[in-house]
């Protein structure tokens, strides 16, 4: 059964990808042959659901690489190199990588229950929270970035207030928060405040105002009436991201199931998202956005300057790349979010789906390749650890992890 192949290949391949100083991306490009942060946290996580000490033993080390190479005011690298000593926190300035850090930090201890780690990491988890937090630039209580800032880093891109960093920090908050009840200490962040403003203004409704974020109920006068425009008609989903006061109203595919698996949405909310990215799974799960961006389309989310200027393999042409391709490690993830919402049945036909997707290969079975495209060729590299962390994860949600 091409699953239970799946599960043990994806063991095989996080093994291969265990180095001696945490996960690297995949060990098949030597672009990717180093320490991407947000790569790692999604292999450590399914490393965790295994009884292999190997593994667990290199989530230890990719977060203890993570910590030492934070920067001075906490923001955790989106590139560590340990063979040169080097670290990158990304052109655009990567945000995601600090609570990515915060979520498995959290992962390994409930696994482990290592608390001298985590009085070691403890620290720099405080100051990663901390470093979020500063990111509220328009006082809402949510974070904003500059294009480019999380796994979409390439000409591709949403920028403002976005649903995918603010629910990443919302289910680092939420690891904190236990984490601080282990150690007897206040929570750095109230992950229920922020669950609050995130469905507030992520999911327009009609009678609400995103002038309820703000202390003394000041907006600019635009926000207000992009805000009810996109609460008219039936919502399936969270909107994209939130520009100045353009309200994007896209299915972000993966931040839409990081909403369902970190409890930003509820039971009825969970059960709509989860609809509308059935449409996505073609031809494989899950495509990373609803339709692709075109030239035309008024979101500005396609950097064209930037397009021009980066090699061809990264370009973001419809239907390739970030631009609408298929990305086994979002359909993993999107089986884990059906299994967290109960809906056993869905997980496992997506979870299928998945081990189908892993299988495809360019010049053999079983490539692990990073996306597919929209006509169903696999691209980037081959051999990447978050689609084998990814897969593991969603396994053990399914079979009662």
């Known amino acids: 059964m091409s699953v239970d192949e799946c599960a043990v290949r994806s063991r095989d391949l996080l093994r291969a990808c265990a180095g001696p100083r945490g996960f690297v991306a995949s060990t098949d490009f030597a672009h990717y042959g180093v320490v991407w942060a947000r790569d790692a946290a999604i292999s450590g996580l399914g490393a965790l659901t295994t009884d292999d000490e190997r593994l667990v033993s290199a989530v230890a080390d990719t977060l203890d690489l993570l910590v030492e190479t934070a920067s001075p005011r906490g923001q955790i690298a989106a590139v560590v190199d340990p063979r040169r000593g080097t670290r990158d926190f990304g052109e655009g300035g990567a945000v995601d990588p600090t609570a990515w850090f915060v979520v498995l930090a959290g992962a390994y201890v409930e696994r482990t229950g290592d608390g001298g780690r985590l009085e070691r990491w403890w620290p720099a988890i405080v100051a990663g929270l901390d470093w979020l937090s500063c990111q509220d630039v328009t006082g809402s209580g949510l974070v904003s970035a500059a294009p480019s800032t999380d796994w979409m880093d390439a000409a591709l891109t949403r920028s403002?207030?976005?649903?995918?960093?603010?629910?990443?920090?919302?289910?680092?908050?939420?690891?904190?928060?236990?984490?601080?009840?282990?150690?007897?200490?206040?929570?750095?962040?109230?992950?229920?405040?922020?669950?609050?403003?995130?469905?507030?203004?992520?999911?327009?409704?009609?009678?609400?105002?995103?002038?309820?974020?703000?202390?003394?109920?000041?907006?600019?006068?635009?926000?207000?009436?992009?805000?009810w425009e996109s609460a008219q008609g039936e919502r399936r989903h969270y909107v994209s991201h939130v520009v100045h006061a353009a309200i994007v109203d896209r299915l972000d595919a993966l931040a839409n199931v990081l909403a369902v698996l970190s409890g930003v949405a509820d039971t009825e909310r969970g059960t709509k998202v989860l609809d509308a990215l059935d449409d996505l799974t073609v031809p494989y799960p899950t495509r990373c956005l609803d339709e692709p961006v075109r030239g035309s389309d008024p979101s500005g989310m396609w950097i064209r300057a930037v397009e021009h200027v980066i090699p061809e393999r990264w370009r973001n042409l419809p239907g390739r790349y970030h631009n609408g391709a298929s990305w086994p490690y979002i359909g993993a993830l999107h089986a884990a979010a059906a299994a967290a919402s109960g809906d056993l049945g869905r997980a496992r036909i997506l979870l299928g789906r998945v081990a189908q997707a892993n299988r495809v290969g360019v010049d053999a079975p079983w490539g692990f390749h990073e996306w597919i495209d929209l006509d169903a060729r696999p691209r980037g590299a081959s051999g990447q650890a978050w689609n084998a962390g990814a897969f593991l994860y969603a396994w053990d949600r399914i079979h009662g992890g």
Do not use: M, Q
């Open 160 to 227: 403002g207030r976005t649903l995918h960093l603010n629910v990443l920090y919302h289910w680092a908050a939420r690891h904190a928060d236990r984490l601080a009840r282990l150690l007897g200490v206040e929570p750095p962040v109230d992950p229920d405040d922020l669950r609050w403003r995130i469905d507030l203004l992520f999911w327009p409704e009609p009678d609400r105002s995103p002038a309820e974020l703000h202390d003394r109920g000041f907006v600019h006068a635009a926000l207000p009436v992009a805000y």
